[in-house]
């Protein structure tokens, strides 16, 4: 069962007829009672499985936005930093992009993201 359709099932909630989730339809009174009645081990287990599918999805679109996380943090906090001069510091994101690249390669635009997924 998806998370939608025992929400709906454990609120007594009607669904329009066509009310369809993940190849269930929400409107079968034997499925709301089947949802209902569900041991603690087994609702343990369906909240097992949404903390599963919710941390995964997370880190993935964390790992996703990680290169433009990254550029935004060198960007902001580059005009407090000594060691980098005016004329070293980056003009804007094409220019973090592209310089990041060549001198320190692809995987740099990730690096600090292993930490960000704990």
Not at 46 to 72: N, Y
Request: hydrophobic share 40%; no cysteine; aromatic share 6%.
């Amino acid at each position: 069962f998806s998370f939608a359709a025992r929400t709906m099932a454990s609120k007594d909630v009607a669904p329009s007829p066509s009310s369809e989730v993940s190849g269930i339809v929400l409107n079968d009174p034997s499925k709301q009672l089947r949802v209902k009645n569900l041991s603690w081990q087994d609702r343990l287990g369906l909240f097992a499985q949404d903390m599963v599918i919710g941390g995964a999805s997370t880190s993935l679109s964390k790992t996703l936005m990680a290169p433009l996380e990254r550029i935004k943090i060198l960007l902001q906090t580059q005009s407090a930093s000594l060691q980098i001069k005016q004329e070293q510091q980056y003009k804007g994101i094409m220019d973090s992009f592209s310089r990041i690249i060549k001198d320190q390669g692809v995987l740099a635009l990730w690096r600090g993201n292993g930490i960000n997924l704990i």
